[in-house]
């Protein structure tokens, strides 16, 4: 059956493509997060282990809605370790950082899902698709917070 929302099918390919970067993103983070919440060690072990927990918990939540807009706008979404991969900005880490150096890589990862969004909210503003811009409006104020609150922590 045919899409009829008022966004052309060439322009729902578009947001979807921004938005498929997004959820590679998004995943990508979830992933990493959840690693480091199961591997964190050291004085900061409760609160870490804590505050990766709130995060990831999150991003799961997160990811189903951006995969679930992709299919509104009649495209698939990924849903593979290999399409997450080409897609992501976020590189995987080798072995398991320290304590710090995992609040400094989630620091980097959640900006880096700051900056896809804004970039697949352009495509998404231009088709004026709210629904769209309001699910990536809410995920950039979600990762630019958490990277603050990260970024504090190694002040």
């Known amino acids: 059956m045919n899409i009829d929302i008022g966004i052309e099918k060439?322009?729902?390919?578009?947001?979807?493509k921004g938005l498929s970067k997004v959820l590679a993103d998004s995943y990508t983070l979830y992933l990493k997060t959840h690693n480091y919440h199961w591997n964190v060690t050291g004085p900061m072990f409760q609160t870490l282990h804590n505050m990766f927990e709130e995060q990831y918990t999150e991003m799961a939540?997160?990811?189903?809605?951006?995969?679930?807009?992709?299919?509104?706008?009649?495209?698939?979404?990924?849903?593979?370790?290999?399409?997450?991969?080409?897609?992501?900005?976020?590189?995987?880490?080798?072995?398991?950082?320290?304590?710090?150096?995992?609040?400094?890589?989630?620091?980097?990862?959640?900006?880096?899902?700051?900056?896809?969004?804004?970039?697949?909210?352009?495509?998404?503003?231009?088709?004026?698709?709210q629904p769209t811009c309001d699910l990536l409006t809410q995920r950039m104020q979600v990762h630019e917070k958490t990277a603050w609150m990260l970024r504090s922590m190694l002040e």
């Open 10 to 16: 060439s322009t729902r390919n578009e947001i979807a």
């Open 61 to 129: 939540v997160a990811v189903d809605d951006i995969a679930e807009r992709i299919r509104q706008l009649g495209m698939p979404a990924p849903g593979t370790f290999k399409e997450f991969k080409a897609l992501s900005a976020i590189k995987e880490d080798d072995g398991v950082p320290k304590a710090m150096d995992m609040i400094r890589n989630l620091c980097e990862a959640n900006e880096a899902v700051a900056r896809t969004s804004r970039e697949a909210f352009s495509t998404a503003e231009a088709a004026n698709d």
